[in-house]
């Protein structure tokens, strides 16, 4: 019944195709909207870890000057970071 009527308004289907191809387009905005949101926070989040290793460090390296034995938290150089290729 259904293919009757696509059959016999024709427009029907294209209508279909086009809600199709819009809710598709909806999607992989959506979906790079999201990706985007995440690695912001990914981000930040690093920043954030990184300041704080930062002062750890420092507070270390402190704790060395004034006698103690203790060796820094994190090696000088920031670690090397890879980002995850985006799906296509």
Known sequence: MADEAIHNHPDVEEQEVGAIQALEQRIERMERT??????QRLD?????????????????????????????????????????????
């Open 34 to 39: 999201l990706e985007r949101r995440f690695e």
């Open 44 to 88: 930040q989040r690093f920043e954030e870890l990184h300041t704080m290793l930062g002062a750890l460090n420092l507070r270390a390296n402190q704790n060395a000057v004034d006698g103690g034995q203790v060796q820094g938290v994190f090696p000088r150089e920031p670690p090397v970071v890879q980002r995850v290729p985006r799906r296509i």
